[in-house]
């Protein structure tokens, strides 16, 4: 194994730790707002995921992906964060003033 393959599979492997505490974060119980910022993790941690799968490949595909995936992920955490914002504290598990 060369060097730079050590490192990609050390890469995978930080971020499927991440992936694991990200899946964590959203199913725990808790506020809507946790588990947006869980779901909002494990966006990142797939960008991450297919920015280290395009390093190894060298196929720049990837790239229109990354971007899909995080225009998508930021648009569905700004839809949710709206909703939040809109409907105040009315359920159980928010303790917003």
């Known amino acids: 194994m060369s060097f730079v393959e050590v490192l990609d599979v050390i890469a995978m492997a930080m971020l499927a730790v991440a992936g694991v505490l990200g899946v964590w974060r959203v199913v725990r119980e808790g506020s809507v707002a946790d588990k947006l910022l869980g779901a909002d993790l494990l966006t990142v941690i797939v960008v991450g995921g297919v920015a280290v799968g395009a390093g190894v490949t060298s196929s720049p595909l990837f790239l229109d992906v990354i971007v ?3 225009a998508l992920g930021f648009l569905a ?3 949710v964060a709206r909703y939040i914002e809109k ?3 009315r359920f159980a598990g928010d ?3």
């Open 77 to 79: 955490a700004v839809t």
């Open 68 to 70: 899909l995936v995080a």
């Open 95 to 97: 303790d917003w003033t």
């Open 87 to 89: 409907r105040g504290a």
